[in-house]
């Protein structure tokens, strides 16, 4: 991000809002919007923040599997038979015969 290009006013976006998205569709990269000099808001295209969505989900998924690995190591959890079978009496489905 380039300080000086990617952070503005709320009021200078409201008055050059077509700039503002001609520039963010040509960088990909979101605009901080500031309210009194503080920032408060951050403006970017669709296709960025649904690569930023995606970006966010892998890594919560490689959180989890990690953690999982780790509870593993440890001796933690187990077979995924034993879980199923417990599931299914526990809630009265009838298992494969």
């Keep these: 991000m380039k300080l000086s290009n990617d952070i503005d ?3 200078n ?18 605009v901080v919007l500031t309210v009194h000099g503080k920032a408060k808001l951050v403006v970017q295209d669709t296709k960025s923040y649904q690569a930023l ?4 989900e892998r890594l919560e ?5 990690r953690r999982g690995l ?10 995924a038979e034993q879980l199923w079978s417990e599931f299914f009496a526990k809630h009265g489905i009838p298992g494969e015969e």
């Design 53 to 56: 969505l995606v970006a966010k």
């Design 9 to 11: 006013s709320l009021s």
């Design 70 to 79: 780790e509870s593993i190591k440890k001796g933690q959890g187990r077979p």
């Design 61 to 65: 998924a490689l959180e989890g599997i």
């Design 13 to 30: 976006f409201k008055r050059k809002t077509s700039q503002f998205l001609k520039q963010m569709k040509k960088t990909k990269r979101p």
